[in-house]
């Protein structure tokens, strides 16, 4: 009996510590979670709660097999708020303390940027107008210096340095000290913020380690937060001409340029600022987040959590094969300087036939995105001009590639057959100028009887000559545009548009416009002008039927985790060439027999021919007022009987055409290597899991 009462005693307390335990835990929980400290009842709980932006990491760019090209890392910066430290010696201890850690941890911290410094046994100004200038319209400018002097009462007498260092430190109770120069200019860039005059980030330390991060907490020092940022990683050396940079937004552009504050951009958000970063800054910014940090009334952290969650950038998938790119840049920088003696700059774009999707555009000399701010100063200074992306900014003159616009029209105007025959007979008279076939100029000689797909192996001038005269300017140039050439691509990066020859752009230039200029255009000489990438989509037009696609380097767009597309490239046609099935073969034999016929070309593409490869091509050389050496073009596709990509080549003085086809050859030989196909069929796979 006495058991059974023990039991049932035992069971009823059980029950109400049990019940208590619930009742505290629900009331733990409505107090944390619930009813938490809010901003409404920050002041009642003697706390002090603060939002912040939090910026969102930015999508990863990949090329078309899902290679990362460019990702974030998680950067440690140092942050100071000289609000919350305290007075004026709180402050200078403060700095104090963490400049001693920085030396004894071997950590570097920023420079604030204070105009003044140690000059012989006293100080100077760094600048010569270190409070206000003349800007280029005459309007004197006031510098953030003389702001923060105004604001704090220090004077802003010009060519007195020592005396606005002395106001300085007697401000901040430093005078006499050894180290006072370096401690204001901590301080210095924490003011210019303080009071407003600034409003970019500054961290007294970035990318720290963890024993740094470590210590300044154990440390417990008031105003010092450890901040976490994004920082973009390159893990190609290459394409830096196209995925381009990110960096802050600049004051002309927060609202009068690009008007990023219009678009819900914080003041000193980071973006893109040239190439894909740029292009496709829409899907790779993220959704800024906003945190709330509470802290008691003495600064102390009590807790800090999102009020808003940030949400990362898209994921940008480009229709670039990285591989064959990196193969691109290889080959013009182990060619280029061989060819041209190291005179000029080189250039080269890979297109997909079947939806001007840009596998390769390369320009040569390059550049390192990883080290760009380092190196800038020396590479806006180097004359080969490294920064220049020749591939989609470059305008060279076509030279003999254009033959095939004038073949084109010729036929397709009814001016030839494809079985009619010209004689070139080296040179011909019009209108009193003699016009002279380059292999009159070479040897005295003559091509004798030509028909269209002779005359494109021979690149004949005077096949050429006569069927330009019978087409005129406004026919040449309607055809040469139908292809794309001296018009815009479609292309998502900037881009120029080059120039058609002919009366109207000799207007626009104050030149005279003669009849025989119309003979020059139809060899590609004469004012045109055109892209690279221009040339390689006309190519891809022509061997993949007439159909001139939209070039694009989006292939998508997915979110951030990769698991709902938001955006998938279509092919689209921006326009057809009109062309007979026979017109366009009897052309594509004659660059056929370019490749066979010509003995520089042939041995460049030996290695091709071996595997049964059959590469079809169009070389072209176009001589440019006052330069010795005549710029080198050389245009080629394949495979012959079913294209799958077409590759243009420029080199700056580098003479002839032929010359440069050593590079097509050696990207065409990495693209059909069994080596790129597996690594085209890896990439896929990965992809795929």
């Not at 760094?126 to 200038?133: D, I, L, N, V």
Request: hydrophobic content about 40%.
């Amino acid at each position: 009996m006495k058991y059974k009462m023990f039991r049932f005693r035992s069971g009823v307390f059980a029950v109400f510590v049990l019940a208590m335990a619930g009742l505290f835990l629900f009331l733990l929980y409505d107090a944390q979670i619930i009813h938490g400290i809010d901003i409404d009842a920050s002041t009642a709980a003697n706390t002090i709660v603060t939002r912040e932006t939090v910026e969102a990491g930015r999508g990863e760019i990949t090329d078309r097999y899902g290679r990362v090209l460019v990702s974030n890392r998680t950067v440690y910066n140092a942050e100071l708020d000289v609000g919350a430290m305290g007075d004026y010696a709180e402050q200078v201890a403060t700095v104090r303390r963490l400049i001693a850690l920085c030396r004894a941890q071997g950590q570097e911290w920023q420079s604030g940027g204070l105009p003044i410094e140690a000059r012989g046994d006293g100080y100077a100004f760094t600048s010569e107008t270190p409070f206000s200038y003349l800007d280029s319209d005459g309007v004197r400018q006031y510098t953030n210096f003389y702001e923060l002097c105004e604001e704090m009462e220090w004077p802003t007498t010009a060519g007195d340095a020592e005396r606005v260092l002395g106001a300085m430190l007697a401000t901040f109770g430093l005078t006499g000290a050894e180290d006072a120069l370096e401690v204001l200019d901590v301080l210095y860039a924490c003011y210019l913020r303080e009071e407003e005059i600034v409003w970019t980030d500054w961290y007294f330390a970035e990318d720290v380690d963890i024993d740094f991060i470590t210590i300044v907490s154990e440390e417990g020092l008031r105003g010092v937060e450890i901040r976490t940022t994004a920082e973009r990683v390159y893990h190609t050396d290459a394409a830096a001409h196209l995925l381009g940079q990110v960096g802050p937004i600049s004051a002309e552009n927060w609202e009068d340029g690009e008007n990023y504050r219009a678009q819900g951009y914080a003041m000193d958000a980071t973006v893109g600022l040239s190439g894909v970063e740029y292009a496709f800054e829409e899907y790779l910014r993220g959704t800024a987040g906003t945190a709330e940090i509470i802290t008691d009334l003495d600064g102390t952290l009590l807790s800090e959590r999102y009020a808003e969650e940030p949400v990362a950038g898209s994921n940008v998938s480009l229709t670039l094969d990285i591989r064959l790119q990196e193969a691109a840049e290889r080959a013009l920088a182990e060619h280029t300087e061989e060819i041209n003696g190291g005179e000029g700059g080189s250039a080269v774009v890979v297109l997909d036939v079947s939806d001007g999707g840009v596998l390769a555009a390369a320009s040569w000399p390059t550049f390192d995105l990883t080290t760009y701010n380092e190196d800038y100063e020396a590479l806006a200074a180097d004359a080969l001009r490294p920064l220049y992306n020749r591939a989609l900014l470059g305008t060279y003159a076509p030279g003999s590639t254009y033959k095939i616009v004038t073949a084109t029209a010729a036929l397709d105007e009814g001016i030839i057959t494809t079985d009619d025959t010209i004689r070139c007979t080296g040179w011909l008279d019009y209108l009193g100028t003699t016009f002279r076939c380059w292999i009159y100029r070479t040897n005295g000689g003559n091509h004798g009887l030509e028909t269209v797909t002779d005359a494109i192996r021979d690149s004949c001038n005077i096949f050429f000559y006569t069927v330009g005269e019978q087409l005129g300017i406004e026919t040449l140039t309607e055809y040469a545009q139908a292809y794309g050439l001296g018009v815009e691509t479609g292309i998502e990066l900037s881009e120029s548009t080059g120039v058609n020859a002919g009366p109207e752009y000799s207007d626009r230039v104050g030149a005279v416009w003669y009849p025989g200029n119309t003979l020059s255009a139809a060899i590609g000489q004469s004012d045109n002008q055109f892209t690279p990438l221009q040339i390689c989509n006309y190519i891809a037009t022509l061997v993949n039927g007439g159909n001139r696609y939209s070039v694009h380097l989006l292939k998508s767009v997915k979110r951030y985790d990769n698991t709902e597309l938001l955006y998938q490239h279509e092919a689209e046609v921006l326009n057809e060439v009109p062309l007979s099935e026979e017109s366009r073969s009897a052309i594509l034999q004659g660059m056929a027999e370019v490749v066979d016929g010509t003995a520089t070309v042939r041995e460049a593409f030996a290695g091709l021919t071996g595997q049964g490869i059959q590469v079809g091509a169009k070389t072209g050389s176009a001589q440019v007022s006052g330069q010795e050496n005549a710029n080198g073009l050389f245009v080629c596709f394949a495979p012959y009987d079913d294209p799958e990509i077409a590759v243009c080549v420029a080199v700056e003085k580098g003479g002839s055409g032929a010359a440069t086809s050593v590079i097509a050859a050696d990207i065409l030989e990495y693209y059909f290597s069994d080596q790129a196909e597996l690594e085209r069929v890896d990439a896929e796979n990965q992809l795929l899991r």
